[in-house]
């Protein structure tokens, strides 16, 4: 029989969450039990993993459910990110398992950019860690906003209510330093599903949600078409008599017949048509989409350009100021050349000033001349070319870049508003 | 946008960065659902044509209807087709009862790696999703190879805002997986609204049909009496059971696919 109870697919709403927070903590044990509690795991999978713990002779955990490499099982320990798949009469999840060790930050990062909403977890036992701090703050400087607070473990500690108020006061305090307020701090017993997707009876002090009742609260991302537009230049193809620019639109809409600048390289045309293939839209392009546009005369236009509306244009310049975190193993310094991605644009750029140098999990600030892994600072970045960008708070797509440092992406940044004075190293 | 809408908007921008970055790039078509549904998304992004060639790698155990499908489709999208097999290892005898992990990674992996040498591939599109199995959802969307073909799960890339790997050391290529953060059903709806046309072994026959394709040798049918697209997101939005349990390379041991998968496995 088919329930007729569950909405069409098109009709419900998906939304992405990440789990972050100190390894060891049970990020992936709180995973596996949302996963097992919601009736989400394929058959036999509980089985297979029971056996596995048989054979190898470990007791049985629920974050095997999610740690599928050897390696993670041996080690009880998550390496790179794994997600599950489950769904409540509000909405379909994907819960986005992260790494907590420090060793895998740029696996949490890959992990949390994409989320809309995080849920942060602390062994209550433990109390606040390194790593809380770290992720709280990169939660915070990858623009999530939307926060939950796990205090696990709770049976370790009696569910005694003394320490979850003291561990809460603690990261609460901490958040608020970086200007975070969840929305819920929820104790729980991962392992024994305490107030995970059902209340706990073991702690009737508590009164608030429970996690899978915390997530349901979260807001869906909000629209971006009522944005200015911004439409980055991804390529062009003449694949027939058509000379097509095709892109995304990251926010705003565009219409035929719109007069459009590119930036930076400063061209004015009017859009003769959206190109689509086979697509259910028609009409004027939204954010989120992957369209082609046609022109009323040939420009020469690139890879890279921004079209927008010349009433809201985006800003160029050849200098960034960016508040920026590392993930590469060689420091970020001066006189080294590094490749600036942003949107589609590309250029090479040089570190020319830097200013306080954060230790993200102590917020301690102090002057450097480099910036290591794992660490955060405001810098200054000049560009051998203009390029054309926002603020991070006026537009997160346009706002937003990483670093190339070699063969790899080694650090991401977000622009800050242009301010009057120079970083000098 | 709604959540296909916004699914589909995601594979063409990747699939269009892909072309735009590798000069020498192919799509791997398995003639199953969801290298299909990937050959309809690089039409949709390159508006109606397919500028990349897709390959097929043949193990000569495929069942007959694949080929068939891959012919006449081929012909109809008029797009470029490579076929790679392992004819040396054919010859010499390979095949399931040497041992499934064995033959598939000589007569998929190698015949793979032969041929992207062959051509000079430096970057192949494929269409794994997180939700298959556990080594693939920890996959990134541009996902490095090194001269041995091997990936190393342990130290990836990091990969975020949509800014991807497309700087590699030479003898390396680079895996595309467009269609990474869909799920089984999302491929389906997307099946379903589309009118993609598919393989008919996906739709029962004798109350069984099969639900993720392969080797005639050692891939099982499901019991199903889905007979439409409707029937099978119906039957999927209901069944508890996972979508490579007929894959018997995968329950060779506990770590079979990753240990297939580190050694350059699609």
Not at chain 1, 352 to 357: Q, T
Not at chain 2, 55 to 80: C, L, N, Q
Not at chain 2, 127 to 134: A, C, H, L, S, V
Request: hydrophobic share 40%; proline share 5%.
């Amino acid at each position: 029989m088919t329930d007729t109870l569950t909405p069409p697919a098109t009709a419900r709403e998906s939304m992405s969450v990440v789990l972050v927070g100190h390894v060891d903590h049970g990020k992936s044990t709180l995973v596996g039990r949302l996963f097992y509690d919601t009736g989400s795991l394929p058959d036999g999978r509980y089985e297979a993993v029971a056996r596995v713990c048989e054979d190898t002779g470990k007791p049985f955990e629920f974050a095997f459910l999610l740690d599928a490499l050897e390696e993670e099982r041996d080690q009880g320990i998550t390496i790179d990110t794994a997600q599950a798949r489950f769904r409540t009469d509000r909405r379909d999840y994907v819960l986005v398992d992260a790494p907590g060790h420090k060793e895998f930050l740029k696996n949490m990062v890959s992990g949390a950019a994409s989320a809309e909403a995080a849920v942060l977890l602390i062994d209550a036992a433990e109390g606040v860690q390194e790593q809380s701090r770290r992720h709280g703050y990169l939660v915070h400087l990858l623009g999530i906003r939307q926060i939950i607070v796990a205090i696990n473990k709770m049976d370790l500690v009696g569910y005694s209510r003394e320490t979850f108020e003291r561990v809460r006061a603690e990261y609460l305090a901490f958040l608020g330093e970086l200007g975070l307020a969840p929305r819920n701090v929820v104790p729980v017993a991962a392992r024994h599903g305490d107030n995970v997707a059902a209340p706990s009876k073991q702690m009737p002090w508590y009164d608030g949600p429970t996690i899978l009742e915390a997530l349901d609260h979260f807001q869906a991302r909000p629209e971006r078409r009522h944005l200015p537009l911004r439409f980055p230049v991804q390529d062009v193809y003449k694949f027939d008599h058509r000379r097509t620019i095709a892109g995304r639109v990251e926010s705003g809409t565009l219409a035929e017949g719109d007069e459009v600048l590119f930036s930076p390289s400063g061209h004015r045309g009017v859009v003769k048509r959206i190109e689509r293939w086979e697509a259910r839209r028609t009409g004027p392009a939204e954010a989120g989409e992957s369209i082609g546009i046609t022109l009323t005369e040939q420009l020469f236009i690139e890879r890279g350009d921004i079209l927008s509306h010349p009433s809201h244009p985006p800003r160029v310049s050849q200098r960034l100021q960016a508040r920026l975190f590392w993930l590469g193993n060689r420091h970020l310094a001066a006189g080294r050349p590094y490749v600036l991605k942003l949107t589609t644009q590309e250029v090479t750029c040089h570190l020319e000033g830097i200013g306080p140098v954060v230790d993200t999990a102590t917020l301690a600030a102090r002057a450097q001349s480099e910036v290591a892994k794992n660490e955060v600072a405001t810098v200054t970045l000049y560009l051998n070319k203009p390029i054309a960008f926002d603020a991070f708070t006026d537009m997160v797509e346009t706002g937003r870049f990483v670093l190339v440092d070699g063969l790899d992406v080694a650090g991401g940044g977000i622009v800050l508003e242009p301010v009057e004075g120079d970083y000098s190293i | 946008m709604d959540h296909l809408d916004a699914l589909e908007a995601q594979s063409i921008y990747i699939l269009r960065e892909a072309y735009k970055k590798f000069k020498k790039l192919a799509m791997l078509w398995s003639i199953g659902k969801d290298s299909t549904v990937l050959l309809w998304l690089a039409r949709k992004s390159f508006f109606g044509h397919c500028p990349i060639p897709l390959v097929h790698i043949d193990t000569s155990y495929k069942i007959p209807e694949m080929i068939t499908f891959r012919d006449r489709v081929a012909a109809e999208w008029g797009v470029r087709l490579v076929v790679g097999q392992h004819t040396q290892a054919l010859a010499e005898g390979m095949g399931p009862e040497k041992g499934r992990v064995l033959c598939c990674s000589i007569l998929k992996t190698e015949a793979l790696q032969l041929l992207m040498a062959e051509k000079g591939y430096t970057g192949l599109i494929l269409g794994i999703r997180r939700d298959e199995e556990g080594t693939r959802a920890k996959e990134r969307i541009f996902s490095p190879r090194d001269r041995n073909f091997e990936w190393n799960y342990k130290d990836q890339p990091p990969e975020f805002w949509d800014q991807f790997k497309t700087d590699f050391a030479a003898d390396t290529h680079i895996r595309i997986h467009p269609l990474l953060h869909w799920s089984e059903l999302d491929v389906w709806r997307y099946i379903r609204r589309e009118e993609i046309p598919i393989v008919d072994l996906y739709f029962a026959r004798s109350g069984e049909r099969y639900r993720s394709l392969g080797c005639l040798p050692c891939t099982g049918r499901i019991k199903s009496e889905a007979t439409t697209v409707d029937a099978i997101i119906e039957e999927l939005e209901r069944t508890t059971t996972s979508e490579r349990s007929g894959r018997a390379q995968d329950h060779e041991d506990t770590y079979a696919m990753q240990k297939l998968r580190a050694r350059g496995y699609m």
